[in-house]
């Protein structure tokens, strides 16, 4: 039967057509981006932050669930535990980055750094040898933590029980590494700009793009019929209730980042929404208060939205879309204070959530779809939601 | 789902004969004598309150310990620290309702009691904050003669309206919960004041399937509306400080701050509660252990995630390169005056708390009231540090000074803590303590029976 | 003016029946099935009583989804708009420029507005429930039964009342009793009931 399944057009032949879409996608890109190099590395970098933050809050779910034993999520926990097991590849499509840094990053060109009374101060920990080892270590604890947890997912019941056990201290590594990556990463792109909450803001917009496809994936595989167990629509009905509950917290984190620097009107902190309301980003920022809050908190309220299957799928892959345009936002008008929106940036991100989606489906094909190991397989499939 | 996790968190040979019998007869017994010792106590801490706000009034403010440059010292920090105790009720009830965690039906009751007591007292303190309590009204956006409005735009506004709305919302979320048991208690009733009291509290309910189910859908929906008003709460009680251009205050992470202190702070409380109610009670089969157990692993998360919020703010004050910042958040804090307050605030809500590792301090009664004790005491200091730390010492080295409470103040906060432990010393007397409803309908026996 | 309107209302208060059929059940299980029976003999004025809510009651008993959530729904959102809008009037009615901020802005007013938003939404969650479930009704005629106590202990009952045209009290009662019931039949005696006290 598992044969079946894997030899399905989905989980056979469709993987590997769509990493090799994205494949394509990113080398027309590279091909674009020779005429103007720089706009090329900015799509490059958000394309792979939105990538490496779609594993990075799949790991947070997986974590979070393991904390509190979740029993719901069992049934579809493969979705996710594939999503997180992405991370060597992002780490060898990292190495563009690495060595253009000094054009993305305004400290690691150590020329400008030096003149600058901020950046100045902070070249011991933001230089070009130790963000390199330091996120060579995040994503080595990342990956770390995904693989324990798919292992245990694959064993069964003696390393279920001490991945419990383990998951406190992992998500306190992974509360740091994935704050201080959002710190590396993201924020040190905006110059001197600093939030104390961007590290909060960063995971929790990522578990909602994680969650996002985690959703659309799972109402799709339910769609072609290729679970072969009874996962439907209480499994997807509480998947959507924690997409909904994240994405209003994203939305209070993000409104309240806004409202304390609006408050405050330091020019130090302004500047990064200042960028962000002219030149064109300010449709971009608009797009993301309707779509990634206003539109989805009404259209998604009630319990029927959230149970039907089609409305449910879509409101998956409208939230993947929605970060991946909160991921461009955080990212590119750091460098481009001009909206630039063109083949290049289309084609990065497509070719970059065409790898991960393709990356997802291609790990579902090769082991079970169900934790058949998971002595709390059957309670899961037996869940069912409360009048 | 729910069911088989249930039925580890009570005791699966109670009946829901006996289970009404062991929650109604204390509120109907006669007092035992620690009750009445206890609220003899409790009371007169409390008269110490209106002792020393009566002498407030009478002299003025100039009795309190402010003076420049710190206006706000333990009339904010009690507030804040009031407030912070106060968020667990009602985040306890409304956040594991929603995601259908079995082991609050035991201890919601206690939880949301010390919610509105908490806020209770941290309301008396802007009250009297504001000098003239007798013009507070004009918080209120009234048409008046002179035809001026509230700053809207103002943070305080939406402070003020923060407080209200968590304290009235609290309290019809406690009602709503409490309305079946109330019923039963006008069941049991065998005098007629208990009768007409309950009864009248109690609004005529008589458990009909029709009521069930839209209580059902009204309890859900308080649930809906208790979890992001926690969290709007939480950020706007932030919003006292966070708005302003202070380091130390201005920090775009104080929404979160507060939430994780805030729950910390209430479910080291609540843990004491728990313990304090079920030896004086006797409801050891109704407050478990493993309820114990899951209290303590719920404070440890939230004081990780305060530990989390110190570290950031530690690195981002380096990271920004402002040398205010970095005095304010590193050297003065670290080596300050106020040094000795920040360690033990560091000792109390980072070193201690994580015993709550290790099995034994999660499930043993003393040792876990220990480490309560202390993120309490820790919490407290948090408060300081935050108030007086970031005031005292400004941008301007001449305008430096320091802050020490007077008696009066000092006076004023145990006079709260006599009204809280007032107030629920008559809630364990008059009141179900838990849930009777929801424990019962939690009871493996309660279902067996029932259709599909 | 105001009386007839006040007339018209008082018919949708809740009111006591004057006749009832109270049965009590042995457990869970038979007040389900009975219920469901009751349900499909065509009667309708009629309810379950349990001191916690059955899984499956509501079901056999037909009961539609609450309309509640819409109530609270719409409270709540012409609430947040209507305090917005309110607000945005008073900042332009009495202009005032703290810490160069502009006159008008929305961001600063939203805290507020979601605070007040809480509080009717909640008001409306508490009132609307007891609407809908017909309370506060202080006094009904069940309450004279002492056994009807029970219902809030441990007790399962269903109450069949007597105000239905096509009432059968001995069709109904023979039904109860088939289903383990055991059931009296409880009777206004005075115009106006008092409240008993046991």
């Known amino acids: 039967m598992s044969e079946g399944r894997s030899s399905h057009f989905i989980l056979g032949r469709l993987p590997l057509s769509l990493m090799l879409a994205g494949v394509l996608a990113l080398v027309l890109a590279v091909a674009l981006g020779t005429v103007e190099i720089k706009r090329f590395l900015v799509a490059w970098q958000g394309g792979w932050t939105f990538a490496v933050s779609l594993s990075i809050g799949a790991l947070f779910v997986l974590l979070f669930a393991s904390l509190t034993g979740s029993t719901w999520i069992v049934a579809v926990r493969r979705v996710g535990e594939s999503l997180s097991m992405l991370f060597p590849l992002w780490a060898v499509l990292a190495i563009p980055i690495l060595l253009s840094a000094p054009a993305l990053y305004p400290w690691a060109d150590t020329e400008r750094a030096a003149h600058d009374p901020v950046l100045v101060q902070r070249l011991a920990f933001m230089n070009l040898p130790f963000f390199s080892l330091r996120g060579l270590a995040y994503l080595g604890v990342f990956f770390g933590l995904a693989l324990l947890l798919r292992r245990s997912s694959l064993a069964g019941r003696p390393t279920i029980d001490r991945m419990r056990f383990l998951a406190g201290p992992g998500m306190v590594a992974f509360a740091l590494c994935a704050t201080f990556a959002a710190f590396d990463w993201v924020m040190s792109l905006a110059g001197t700009w600093y939030s104390t909450i961007f590290g909060i803001y960063f995971f929790v917009g990522a578990a909602t793009g994680a969650l996002g496809l985690w959703l659309f994936l799972t109402a799709l595989l339910e769609r072609r019929g290729l679970w072969g167990v009874p996962v439907g629509v209480e499994h997807r009905h509480d998947l959507a209730k924690y997409l909904y509950t994240l994405t209003l917290f994203w939305a209070h984190v993000a409104f309240l980042q806004f409202l304390l620097i609006w408050y405050a009107k330091l020019p130090e902190e302004t500047f990064y929404y200042a960028v962000r309301s002219r030149y064109g980003w300010e449709w971009v920022t608009g797009a993301l208060m309707v779509g990634h809050l206003l539109l989805p908190i009404f259209l998604f309220m009630g319990r029927r939205a959230k149970r039907s299957l089609a409305l449910g799928g879509f409101f998956g892959l409208w939230m993947l879309l929605m970060h991946a345009l909160d991921v461009w936002w955080m990212t590119a008008p750091s460098n481009f204070p001009m909206r630039r929106l063109g083949a290049v940036e289309i084609l990065c991100f497509l070719g970059f959530g065409l790898l991960a989606v393709g990356g997802v489906l291609r790990l579902l094909g090769r082991s079970p779809l169900v934790p058949d190991q998971d002595p709390r397989l059957e309670a899961s499939l037996k869940l069912r939601s409360e009048p | ?452 | 003016m105001s009386a007839p309107i006040l007339k018209r209302l008082r018919q949708f208060a809740p009111r006591s029946p004057r006749t009832l059929l109270l049965a009590e059940f042995p457990d869970a299980k038979a007040l389900v099935a009975a219920a469901g029976a009751l349900r499909g003999a065509g009667v309708r004025r009629f309810d379950a009583h349990s001191p916690w809510p059955i899984e499956g009651l509501g079901r056999a008993m037909g009961l539609g989804e609450s309309i509640l959530p819409w109530i609270v729904l719409g409270v709540g959102l012409s609430t947040f708009l209507g305090f917005l809008a309110f607000m945005a009037w008073a900042s332009l009615d009495y202009p005032t420029v703290h810490s160069g901020k502009p006159v008008l802005s929305i961001w600063p007013l939203i805290p507020a507005a979601i605070e007040v938003t809480w509080m009717a939404a909640g008001t409306a969650a508490l009132v609307g429930f007891m609407a809908l479930a017909g309370l506060p009704l202080y006094y009904h005629l069940a309450f004279r039964s002492p056994r009807f106590k029970r219902a809030s202990d441990d007790g399962f009952f269903i109450t069949v009342e007597g105000d239905d045209p096509r009432f059968d009290a001995e069709a109904t009662r023979a039904l109860l009793e088939r289903h383990g019931g055991r059931v009296e039949r409880l009777d206004e005696t005075s115009a106006k009931g008092a409240p008993r006290h046991g």
């Open chain 2, 1 to 452: 789902m729910s069911q088989a996790a249930a039925e580890a968190y009570v005791d699966p040979s109670l009946t829901p004969g006996e289970l009404t019998r062991s929650i109604a007869e204390p509120v109907e017994a006669r007092p035992p004598r620690w009750w009445m010792v206890g609220a003899a106590g409790a009371a007169s801490l409390a008269l110490l309150f209106v002792g020393s706000v009566g002498w407030l009034f009478w002299k003025g403010v100039g009795v309190w310990g402010l003076g420049s440059p710190t206006f706000w010292g333990f009339d904010i920090i009690n507030m804040v620290f009031w407030v912070g105790i106060a968020h667990t009720g009602t985040a306890v009830t409304s956040f594991m309702t929603l995601s259908r965690q079995p082991w609050k039906n035991g201890i919601n009751r206690i939880a949301e009691a010390m919610t509105i007591f908490a806020v209770l007292c941290a309301a008396l303190f802007p009250l009297i904050h504001v000098g003239r309590p007798w013009l507070a009204y004009y918080f209120f956006p009234l048409p008046n003669s002179m035809g001026i409005w509230p700053n809207f735009k103002g943070p305080i506004f939406a402070d003020f309206f923060a407080l209200n709305t968590y304290l009235y919302v609290s309290a019809l979320f406690w009602y709503l919960g409490m309305l079946p048991d109330l019923a039963a208690l006008r069941d049991r009733a065998t005098n007629k004041i208990a009768f007409w009291a309950y009864g009248l509290l109690a609004l005529g309910w008589r458990g009909g399937a029709r009521q069930w189910s839209q209580y059902q859908k009204a309890y859900l929906l308080m649930a809906a509306i208790g979890t992001p008003l926690v969290l709007s709460v939480c950020a706007i009680v932030s919003m006292t400080f966070a708005p302003s251009i202070l380091p130390g205050w201005h920090a775009t992470i104080f929404p979160l701050y507060f939430l994780t202190g805030a729950l910390a702070a209430g479910f080291s409380m609540l843990g004491m509660l728990a313990v304090f109610t079920r030896s004086f009670f006797g409801f050891k089969r109704l407050i478990t252990e493993k309820h114990l157990e899951t209290i303590n692993k719920w404070t440890l998360a939230c004081i990780l995630g305060v530990a989390y919020v110190y570290l950031v703010e530690f690195f981002i004050a380096w990271y920004s390169g402002n040398l205010y910042e970095r005095f304010t958040i590193i050297h003065n804090r670290l080596g300050g005056p106020y040094a000795a307050i920040y360690w033990t605030m560091l000792a109390c809500n980072v070193l201690i708390p994580q015993l709550f590792w290790l099995k034994r301090f999660r499930t043993r009664q003393n040792l876990m009231v220990f480490v309560c004790l202390a993120i309490t005491v820790g919490m407290w200091c948090e408060r300081f540090v935050i108030l007086v730390l970031s005031v005292h010492r400004d941008f301007l080295p001449g305008s430096w000074g320091m802050y020490a409470p007077s008696l009066v103040e000092v006076a004023t906060f145990l006079g709260t803590i006599g009204i809280f432990l007032t107030m629920f010393l008559a809630f364990l007397k008059f009141l179900p303590v838990i849930s009777m409803a929801e424990v019962k309908h939690s009871l493996p026996s309660s279902h067996a029976g029932s259709a599909p």
